[in-house]
T-cell receptor, first 118, second 111 residues
Framework: QVQLQESGPGLVKPSETLSLTCTVS????????WSWIRQPPGKGLEWIAY???????KKRKSLKSRVTISVETSKNQFSLKLSSVTAADTAVYYC????????????WGQGTMITVSS | QSALTQPASVSGSPGQSITISCTGT?????????VSWYQQHPGKAPKLLIY???NRPSGVSNRFSGSKSGNTASLTISGLHTEDEADYYC???????????FGGGTKLTVL
């Protein structure tokens, strides 16, 4: 079955760029939509961005200027970069699969905790 | 844009049924049949329970069901089990700038 695994630094300094990668195993990355969703400690879920076959991308408007999303099909991976991070970006970051562009997320990674602190 | 509105908590006894509401606007819940529900146990990733308002993914118990009326969607859990104790989130596609909006979450306690 398809599994997703996030990898990231754990700790990022304020004003730096956060880089996350999601590795998809057990299935192809092609043909699906792939999102990043985050959850600050003790709070709810916030969608960040998606990418589809390296052709279609959509980003949360409030984060658009700081977000870069990309896919590397040959490695079955997709990535997120979030620039100029602040403490408000501290959260668990999930990579997630969407079967289609209907905002339903059917397979989730286990999540990776990212703390922004000096 | 504001999150969808869910009750902060609900509770029930084993075997009972409970319903969690999720209220939005005509720009999200009321305007599209793209409401989803997720279950999240502490320290775990969310799990998709319902998509497209009423559809259950393969492997999800038929004790979970979804519905919608106007701008309010609902998740009903019948025959409560102790393992149903978790946080539940609704979400909807939205015509606003955020693409998808989530509810604030509902903590279900099974007494």
């Amino acid at each position: 079955q398809v599994q997703l695994q996030e990898s990231g630094p754990g700790l990022v300094k304020p004003s730096e760029t956060l880089s996350l990668t999601c590795t998809v195993s057990g299935g192809s990355i092609s043909g699906y939509y792939w999102s990043w969703i985050r959850q600050p400690p003790g709070k709810g879920l916030e969608w960040i961005a998606y990418i589809h076959d390296n052709e279609k991308k959509k980003k949360r408007k409030s984060l658009k200027s700081r977000v870069t999303i990309s896919v590397e099909t040959s490695k079955n991976q997709f990535s997120l970069k979030l620039s100029s991070v602040t403490a408000a970006d501290t959260a668990v970051y999930y990579c997630v699969r969407q079967p289609s562009d209907t905002a339903a997320f059917d397979i989730w990674g286990q999540g990776t905790m990212i703390t922004v602190s000096s | 844009q504001s999150a969808l509105t869910q009750p902060a908590s609900v509770s029930g006894s084993p075997g009972q049924s409970i319903t969690i509401s999720c209220t939005g606007t005509s720009g999200d819940v009321g305007g599209y049949n793209y409401v989803s529900w997720y279950q999240q146990h502490p320290g775990k990733a969310p799990k998709l329970l319902i998509y497209g308002v009423t559809n259950r993914p393969s492997g999800v118990s038929n004790r979970f069901s979804g519905s919608k009326s106007g701008n309010t969607a609902s998740l009903t859990i019948s025959g409560l089990h102790t393992e149903d104790e978790a946080d539940y989130y609704c979400s909807s596609y939205t015509s606003y700038s955020t693409y998808v909006v989530f509810g604030g979450g509902t903590k279900l306690t099974v007494l």
